[in-house]
């Protein structure tokens, strides 16, 4: 399949977007919001933060990480096509050479029921992501520093607050806001994202699950995009 999960059913995408963000408390909802808060499940995957570290730093020694264009190149074009990224999970779809790669990760994605996506991100010195929001407003976005740049560290904006990310520290950021980052520092700036449901009313839940099941039909392009371009490397 060809195509992106960013740009299908807009109209629809319009009002179930309204009816989680209007749920969420509308323009007043946080920025940025305390892991434990909205994600206490998250605990579990800092617990093994140096497994994860490791991991990723093992991943990254030998292998290439495809860039975004490979998984979806309509909304690369909107955002970057150098943002290099890893799914080791997408949409309820494990990547198998995770299992591998990252178990550690992978097994927090699985055995945590509200995890819809879980990959690793890589912003290269001199690449940025312009201004743009996410088109899908029924996750929020949890980052975790692995290996940030000491001198100059990255920072990303979100609507009118910033966050400078820290290795070892964890922030769960509504990406449905207008955000903006770039990397001016000389290393790569590399964490971990893991979408998880936005936590809203029965309604607004079953309206949520319904939505990601009918998102599921992508997991294989990027799923697939992440294996060609590990085994291939």
């Not at 996506?117 to 996410?134: C, E, M, Q, T, Y």
């Not at 839940?205 to 590990?230: G, H, I, M, T």
Request: charged content about 25%; hydrophobic content about 40%.
């Amino acid at each position: 399949m060809k195509g992106s999960p960013s740009v299908n059913h807009p109209r629809f995408r319009a009002v179930t977007n309204w009816i989680f963000l209007r749920g969420a408390g509308g323009e007043g909802r946080p920025r940025i919001i305390p892991p434990r808060t909205v994600f206490p499940e998250v605990r579990a995957l800092e617990a093994v933060y140096p497994a994860v570290q490791a991991e990723v730093d093992a991943l990254l020694s030998r292998t290439s990480i495809p860039t975004y264009g490979t998984f979806d190149p309509v909304r690369a074009a909107q955002v970057s096509e150098d943002w290099r990224l890893y799914y080791a999970y997408m949409y309820g779809r494990p990547n198998e050479l995770a299992r591998k790669d990252c178990p550690a990760l992978l097994d927090f994605a699985m055995s945590t029921p509200n995890v819809v996506n879980a990959f690793i991100s890589i912003l290269d010195p001199g690449v940025g992501l312009p201004a743009h929001r996410d088109p899908y407003a029924g996750v929020l976005r949890y980052h975790l520093g692995l290996r940030i740049p000491k001198d100059n560290p990255p920072r990303i904006r979100l609507d009118r607050d910033y966050y400078t990310w820290r290795e070892g520290e964890g922030t769960v950021l509504d990406v449905s806001f207008e955000h903006e980052v770039e990397n001016h520092s000389d290393e790569p700036r590399v964490i971990v994202i893991v979408d998880f449901r936005r936590p809203m009313g029965p309604f607004a839940d079953l309206l949520n699950r319904y939505c990601l099941r009918l998102k599921q039909k992508w997991a294989p392009q990027f799923v697939e995009a992440s294996k060609y371009d590990v085994m291939h490397s």
